[in-house]
């Protein structure tokens, strides 16, 4: 799979030094990833949810943080809409809309 956008998981391990293990693993993980629907991602990430609208939900270090990201299987492209604590994410009304 191919990330866009990888310099927003950049910047947010800048000012969450303690997430850039976690969030170097994932994005390692995803890279070598050759996903061709929800199942396959449910193999490298147990905790992901699909929350519809082409939109995952990844849980980071212990459900410290969450990386929402939009799926295209066919080009094999991530596309990362957002990366926060688990509080930022809760104020999120409709996550497949971000």
Same mark, same amino acid.
């Given at each position: 799979? $191919?990330?866009?956008? /990888? +310099? ?6 800048? @000012?969450? !030094? +303690? #997430?850039k293990?976690?969030? #170097? /693993?994932?994005?390692?993980? %995803? ?7 929800f199942? @396959? &991602?449910k ?6 949810? #699909? ?5 995952? %939900?990844?849980?980071?270090k212990?459900? *410290?943080?969450?990386?929402? %990201?939009?799926?295209?299987?066919? !080009?094999?492209?991530?596309? &990362? $809409? ?5 509080? +930022?994410? @809760?104020? &999120?009304? *409709?996550? #497949?809309t &971000?």
């Amino acid at each position: 799979m $191919r990330i866009f956008t /990888e +310099e927003t998981l950049k910047k947010f391990t800048i @000012d969450h !030094p +303690e #997430s850039k293990t976690a969030i #170097s /693993e994932w994005s390692c993980k %995803v890279k070598k990833a050759v996903w061709k629907n929800f199942a @396959d &991602i449910k193999k490298t990430f147990n905790s992901v949810d #699909s929350v519809g609208n082409q939109h995952y %939900v990844f849980n980071i270090k212990g459900n *410290d943080y969450r990386i929402v %990201v939009v799926i295209q299987f066919t !080009p094999q492209f991530v596309y &990362i $809409r957002f990366v926060g604590t688990h509080a +930022e994410y @809760d104020r &999120i009304t *409709d996550c #497949s809309t &971000i």
